[in-house]
DNA sequence: CTCAATGATTTCCC
DNA sequence: GGGAAATCATTGAG
C-alpha cells in the first residue's frame, strides 16, 4: 500500500479514466482505478489494473507537460497522467482546481444544458427540442419528421449524459470510500486530523466537478452539433407532400387574380399543409413567379384545378341553397351554373378566360362576378344561411383585386388607376 | 447519368 | 419588409 498522498487524475481519452496518484515513501506510485472506469483503458494503455510505479515525464517528452508522470513501465504518450499533483506530506495542493466562487464556465454550461432540455426535469416533447424546431422552421411549426428526428436524439444525448453523471457520481463516491479507508490505514501510522480527511475529500470530489465539467462541456457541443446538423437538413430540399401541393394550388389558381396571401392565409395554408409560412411564402414567390413565365404550361393544371374548385363550389352552394329554407328570390345563382358563387368565381372566371390566351385580360370581368358574389354573399348571409364552408372569406378573399387585372398592379395601387394601361396591355415581365 | 421539377436562397428594387 | 427575378441545389423520373 502506498504512502498517503491522493492524486486524483483523469485523463483526456475517449472514456474518462479515473487515476489515484501517489507520492510516499516509496516514490510516486500510480493506480488504475478498477471500478466501472478506467480498467480498459487502463490494459489498454498496458498499465494493468493495481498500483505501479509512476516516473516524471521528460521535459520534451510528446504528451509532457510540466508536472506530468508517466506509469514507470510505459513509454506510450497514453500513459502520461497530466495532472496536478498533491503532495502526501503537507497535502499541498499545486494546480488544484481553484472553484471556491460558482465557476462562470460552468454555470454558462448548466443554464445551456438547461435550456436545451438535456439537464433539468424531463418534459414530454422537450422545450429545446421545440424551441430549436420552432427557431429553425422560422418560428413557425415545423416538418414533425424533422422535429421528432431531433428530439429523438436530443433524447439519446440526455440519456448519455444522465448515464454518465450517475456514474461519475458513483465513482466519486466509491473513491471518496476508498480514499478514507486509505486514511483509516494511515491513522494507524500516524495521527490524522478530521480536518486532514475533509480536506482531502473536498479534494476529491472538487476533482470529480471539473471531470462532470467535462463531460458537461463535451454534451453541450453534442447538442450543438446535432443542432447545426439539424438547420442544415433544413436547408436541403424536399419536396412537399402531395397533399401539401395541392392545397397549394387549390389556393393559388383559386386566387390567380390575386395569388398574394395574406398573412392570415398564409399562417392557415401553413397549418394545413405542415409547413411553415415562409415555406409558404416561397412556394407563392415561386409559383407566380413560374406561372408567369410560361403560362401555357400551367394551362392543364390552372384548368384541372379549377374544374376542381367548381365542383366543391357548386356543392356548397347547393348545400347553402338546400339549407336556406328562406331562399331571396332575388338570388341570381339560381338556376345558373352555381359556380360564381364560390368566393374565387372571379378568379376561376379569369381561369376560363386564360385558356384562350392571357390571363390576365379576364380580370375585368373578374373583378364584376366578384362583386356579385359578395352581392350574393351580402343577401345569403342577411337570409341566415350562408356563413361557412364558401366562408373562407375571412381567409380567401381575395383582397385588392382591381379592376386593370395583373399582379403587380394588385400590389401597386397606385397605377390601377392608370387609365392608359388598358386590359390588353400585359405587363412586360408576364411574357417570356 | 441526364434533365426537368421544385424548394430555398440571394440580389435587387420599391 | 415584401415581392420579383435570378440562381443554387436537391429530388426523382426516365
Given at each position: 500500500?502506498?504512502?498517503?498522498?491522493v492524486l486524483?487524475?483523469?485523463?483526456?481519452?475517449?472514456?474518462?479514466?479515473?487515476?489515484?496518484?501517489?507520492?510516499?515513501?516509496?516514490?510516486?506510485?500510480?493506480?488504475?482505478?478498477?471500478?466501472?472506469?478506467?480498467?480498459?483503458?487502463?490494459?489498454?494503455?498496458?498499465?494493468?489494473?493495481?498500483?505501479?510505479?509512476?516516473?516524471?515525464?521528460?521535459?520534451?517528452?510528446?504528451?509532457?507537460?510540466?508536472?506530468?508522470?508517466?506509469?514507470?513501465?510505459?513509454?506510450?504518450?497514453?500513459?502520461?497522467?497530466?495532472?496536478?499533483?498533491?503532495?502526501a506530506?503537507?497535502?499541498?495542493?499545486?494546480?488544484?482546481?481553484?472553484?471556491?466562487p460558482?465557476?462562470?464556465?460552468?454555470?454558462?454550461?448548466?443554464?445551456?444544458?438547461?435550456?436545451?432540455?438535456?439537464?433539468?426535469?424531463?418534459?414530454?416533447?422537450?422545450?429545446a427540442?421545440?424551441?430549436?424546431?420552432?427557431?429553425?422552421?422560422?418560428?413557425?411549426?415545423?416538418?414533425?419528421?424533422?422535429?421528432?428526428?431531433?428530439?429523438?436524439?436530443?433524447?439519446?444525448i440526455?440519456?448519455i449524459?444522465?448515464?454518465?453523471?450517475?456514474?461519475?457520481?458513483?465513482?466519486?463516491?466509491?473513491f471518496?470510500?476508498?480514499?478514507?479507508?486509505?486514511?483509516r490505514?494511515?491513522?494507524?501510522?500516524?495521527?490524522?486530523?478530521?480536518?486532514?480527511?475533509?480536506?482531502?475529500?473536498?479534494?476529491i470530489?472538487?476533482?470529480?466537478?471539473?471531470?462532470?465539467m467535462?463531460?458537461?462541456?463535451?454534451?453541450?457541443?453534442a447538442?450543438?452539433i446535432?443542432?447545426?446538423?439539424?438547420?442544415?437538413?433544413r436547408?436541403?430540399?424536399?419536396?412537399f407532400?402531395?397533399q401539401?401541393?395541392?392545397?397549394?394550388?387549390e389556393?393559388?389558381?383559386?386566387?390567380?387574380s390575386?395569388?398574394?396571401?395574406?398573412?392570415?392565409?398564409?399562417?392557415?395554408?401553413?397549418?394545413?399543409c405542415?409547413?411553415?409560412?415562409?415555406?409558404?411564402?416561397?412556394?407563392?414567390?415561386?409559383?407566380?413567379?413560374?406561372?408567369?413565365k410560361?403560362?401555357?404550361?400551367?394551362?392543364?393544371?390552372?384548368?384541372?384545378?379549377?374544374?376542381?374548385?367548381?365542383?366543391?363550389?357548386?356543392?356548397?352552394?347547393?348545400?347553402?341553397v338546400?339549407?336556406?329554407?328562406?331562399?331571396?328570390?332575388?338570388?341570381p345563382?339560381?338556376?345558373?351554373?352555381?359556380?360564381?358563387?364560390l368566393?374565387?368565381?372571379?378568379?376561376?372566371?379569369?381561369?376560363?378566360?386564360?385558356?384562350?390566351?392571357?390571363?390576365?385580360?379576364?380580370s375585368?370581368?373578374?373583378?364584376?362576378?366578384?362583386?356579385?358574389?359578395?352581392?350574393?354573399?351580402?343577401?345569403?348571409?342577411?337570409?341566415?344561411?350562408?356563413?361557412d364552408?364558401?366562408?373562407?372569406?375571412?381567409?380567401?378573399?381575395?383582397?385588392?383585386?382591381?379592376?386593370?387585372g395583373?399582379?403587380?398592379?394588385?400590389?401597386?395601387?397606385?397605377?390601377?388607376?392608370?387609365?392608359?394601361e388598358?386590359?390588353?396591355?400585359?405587363?412586360?415581365?408576364?411574357?417570356?
Open positions: 500500500m502506498p504512502g498517503s498522498c486524483l487524475a483523469h485523463l483526456a481519452q475517449p472514456t474518462q479514466v479515473l487515476f489515484l496518484l501517489c507520492v510516499g515513501a516509496e516514490g510516486v506510485l500510480w493506480h488504475c482505478q478498477t471500478a466501472s472506469y478506467g480498467a480498459g483503458w487502463c490494459a489498454g494503455a498496458g498499465l494493468g489494473q493495481g498500483w505501479g510505479r509512476a516516473v516524471p515525464v521528460a521535459p520534451g517528452q510528446a504528451g509532457a507537460t510540466e508536472g506530468s508522470w508517466q506509469a514507470g513501465t510505459c513509454t506510450s504518450t497514453d500513459c502520461v497522467f497530466s495532472c496536478s499533483l498533491f503532495s506530506q503537507g497535502l499541498s495542493i499545486r494546480g488544484a482546481q481553484e472553484e471556491d460558482p465557476d462562470p464556465q460552468l454555470m454558462r454550461l448548466d443554464n445551456m444544458l438547461l435550456a436545451e432540455g438535456v439537464s433539468g426535469p424531463e418534459k414530454g416533447g422537450g422545450s427540442a421545440a424551441a430549436a424546431a420552432a427557431a429553425a422552421s422560422g418560428g413557425s411549426s415545423d416538418n414533425s419528421i424533422e422535429h421528432s428526428d431531433y428530439r429523438a436524439k436530443l433524447t439519446q440526455r440519456q449524459y444522465h448515464t454518465e453523471l450517475e456514474k461519475y457520481e458513483q465513482a466519486c463516491n466509491e471518496t470510500t476508498h480514499v478514507m479507508n486509505l486514511l490505514e494511515q491513522s494507524r501510522t500516524r495521527p490524522i486530523s478530521p480536518k486532514e480527511i475533509e480536506r482531502m475529500v473536498g479534494i470530489h472538487r476533482k470529480f466537478s471539473s471531470i462532470q467535462q463531460l458537461k462541456q463535451s454534451t453541450c457541443e447538442v450543438m446535432l443542432r447545426s446538423r439539424f438547420l442544415d437538413a436547408r436541403k430540399r424536399r419536396n407532400s402531395k401539401a401541393t395541392e392545397i397549394l394550388n389556393y393559388f389558381y383559386s386566387h390567380l390575386n395569388p398574394y396571401p395574406s398573412e392570415e392565409a398564409k399562417e392557415e395554408l401553413a397549418k394545413k405542415s409547413i411553415t409560412v415562409s415555406q409558404v411564402s416561397n412556394w407563392f414567390g415561386n409559383k407566380r413567379i413560374r406561372y408567369k410560361n403560362i401555357g404550361k400551367f394551362q392543364e393544371e390552372a384548368n384541372l384545378y379549377a374544374a376542381k374548385t367548381a365542383v366543391t363550389a357548386a356543392h356548397a352552394v347547393a348545400a347553402a338546400q339549407n336556406n329554407q328562406t331562399n331571396s328570390p332575388t338570388t345563382n339560381s338556376g345558373s351554373s352555381g359556380s360564381f358563387n368566393p374565387n368565381s372571379g378568379d376561376m372566371f379569369m381561369n376560363m378566360q386564360s385558356l384562350n390566351g392571357d390571363s390576365y385580360q379576364g375585368q370581368v373578374g373583378a364584376n362576378v366578384q362583386s356579385q358574389v359578395d352581392t350574393l354573399r351580402h343577401v345569403i348571409n342577411q337570409t341566415g344561411g350562408y356563413n364552408g364558401l366562408g373562407g372569406n375571412s381567409l380567401y378573399s381575395p383582397h385588392n383585386l382591381n379592376a386593370n395583373g399582379w403587380q398592379d394588385a400590389t401597386t395601387p397606385s397605377s390601377v388607376t392608370s387609365p392608359t388598358g386590359p390588353g396591355s400585359v405587363h412586360s415581365d408576364t411574357s417570356n
